[in-house]
């Protein structure tokens, strides 16, 4: 059985321990409400951005500014999107997971051949790919100190001209997309070539356009892209403060048991000392007499 002094001082510890994952908890919390409302208001924007585009996209013929065409997948770049902290549970294993499991299942022979690369976005997939000797791009990885749009545009920019140039065949997005505070859907996505639409009727509205259409699909389609690439940051952000806080008030929840634990063998182990002290006196009592 431990010591007083030792319970008492591991009753301090997980104390202490506890203040820290409720005040984490309180900041995750305060984060996540400014997060949520970046995603949630650009969502709609992007959504209809997405629908314009789909729509000249089904009426363009042959190749839309050159990020539609498709051709054999010999070079690949993944875009894996984590977090710079760690302490939110698996919401960064679940992105190392996803990349690994896409890379076994599509770019098996590709990554043999090291013709896959990495451009991590975030410190965690930095350090995590880094370490494992992965093919990585670690120009762009600093994105959520603060959330900017020109970050992740620069991040984007690099894998559309790498796409235009033939440095890459085939770039695809892997992020954590946000639900609910305690819910995270883990999103793996084409991001070029662009994908057709999947029903070009849906989209077929009639637009008077001003200047040529062709203009407006050069100047929409890298807009649209950028945006594509900054919506899964800032639904990563929003997953990650949601992901935190859950993984803090869990931790909170645990302490506290641990803490009822730790007060009863506290109790138990004082008793025990009183008795024996209490049976001592008494037998020292009797051997007088």
Same mark, same amino acid.
């Given at each position: 059985?431990?010591?007083?002094? #030792?319970?008492? /001082?591991?009753?301090?510890?997980?104390? +202490?321990?506890?203040?820290?994952?409720? @005040? !984490? &908890?309180?900041?995750? $919390?305060?984060?996540?409400?400014?997060?949520?409302?970046?995603?949630?208001?650009?969502?709609?924007?992007?959504?209809?951005?997405?629908?314009?585009?789909?729509?000249?996209?089904?009426?363009?013929?042959?190749?839309?500014?050159?990020?539609?065409?498709?051709?054999?997948?010999?070079?690949?770049?993944?875009?894996?999107?984590?977090?710079?902290?760690?302490?939110?549970?698996?919401?960064?294993?679940?992105?190392?997971?996803?990349?690994?499991?896409?890379?076994?299942?599509?770019?098996?022979?590709?990554?043999?051949?090291?013709?896959?690369?990495?451009?991590?976005?975030?410190?965690?997939?930095?350090?995590?790919?880094?370490?494992?000797?992965?093919?990585?791009?670690?120009?762009?990885? #600093?994105?959520? /100190?603060?959330?900017?749009?020109?970050? +992740?545009?620069?991040?984007?920019?690099? @894998? !559309? &001209?790498?796409?235009? $140039?033939?440095?890459?065949?085939?770039?695809?997005?892997?992020?954590?997309?946000?639900?609910?505070?305690?819910?995270?859907?883990?999103?793996?996505?084409?991001?070029?070539?662009?994908?057709?639409?999947?029903?070009?009727?849906?989209?077929?509205?009639?637009?008077?356009?001003?200047?040529?259409?062709?203009?407006?699909?050069?100047?929409?389609?890298?807009?649209?892209?950028?945006?594509?690439?900054?919506?899964?940051?800032?639904?990563?952000?929003?997953?990650?403060?949601?992901?935190?806080?859950?993984?803090?008030?869990?931790?909170?929840?645990?302490?506290?048991?641990?803490?009822?634990?730790?007060?009863?063998?506290?109790?138990?182990?004082?008793?025990?000392?009183?008795?024996?002290?209490?049976?001592?006196?008494?037998?020292?009592?009797?051997?007088?007499?």
């Amino acid at each position: 059985m431990p010591s007083l002094k #030792e319970v008492k /001082s591991r009753i301090q510890s997980v104390t +202490s321990t506890q203040q820290i994952t409720k @005040a !984490m &908890k309180m900041v995750a $919390a305060a984060k996540l409400r400014r997060a949520q409302d970046n995603v949630t208001q650009m969502r709609p924007y992007a959504q209809k951005l997405s629908s314009l585009l789909q729509n000249l996209s089904s009426q363009s013929e042959g190749e839309i500014a050159g990020y539609s065409g498709v051709r054999p997948v010999n070079k690949v770049l993944i875009m894996a999107v984590t977090s710079d902290k760690g302490l939110c549970g698996a919401f960064n294993s679940n992105v190392f997971k996803a990349t690994n499991k896409h890379i076994e299942d599509n770019y098996a022979s590709e990554m043999k051949a090291g013709s896959v690369t990495i451009l991590p976005l975030g410190k965690k997939a930095l350090d995590y790919f880094t370490k494992r000797n992965y093919n990585v791009k670690a120009d762009f990885w #600093e994105q959520f /100190s603060p959330v900017d749009f020109k970050k +992740s545009a620069a991040a984007a920019e690099f @894998a !559309m &001209k790498g796409f235009l $140039a033939g440095d890459f065949d085939r770039v695809d997005l892997i992020y954590n997309e946000f639900k609910n505070v305690a819910t995270q859907i883990m999103i793996t996505e084409q991001f070029l070539p662009i994908l057709p639409p999947e029903a070009a009727s849906t989209y077929d509205v009639d637009y008077i356009y001003q200047p040529s259409k062709e203009e407006i699909v050069e100047e929409l389609i890298p807009k649209s892209l950028k945006i594509q690439v900054f919506k899964g940051v800032l639904d990563s952000n929003a997953a990650e403060h949601g992901a935190r806080m859950t993984a803090m008030e869990q931790a909170t929840d645990n302490a506290a048991e641990l803490l009822k634990e730790l007060k009863l063998t506290y109790n138990r182990t004082r008793q025990a000392a009183i008795t024996k002290e209490i049976l001592e006196i008494v037998a020292g009592a009797e051997a007088l007499g």
